[in-house]
């Protein structure tokens, strides 16, 4: 592993904080539509608890799929590494 200027440690950086903080954002809102039916429907018991942890499990698995999403890419654009949507040579 090669040493990384100064510039690139404050990209990647940058890049996991966009990418935490969109996945936040991203989970919150998918919490909250997979939620909904909770109070619209006067739910209780069961399957309100049911419908949250439902909810919680979408929201995870959007928060891991968008945080992984946004590093991907920015590993693949990196400067020096192939394109993994362009041409092949």
Known sequence: MGTRSQARRDAI???????????VFLAGVLF???A?????FDLEGSAAR????????VAGLGFAFRTARVLWRFDAATPGRPDPGGPEH
């Open 50 to 57: 049911g419908t949250l942890i439902a909810a919680g499990a």
């Open 32 to 34: 909250c539509l997979a």
């Open 36 to 40: 909904a039916p909770v109070p619209v």
């Open 13 to 23: 950086t940058v890049e996991i904080g966009y990418a935490l903080v969109t996945a």
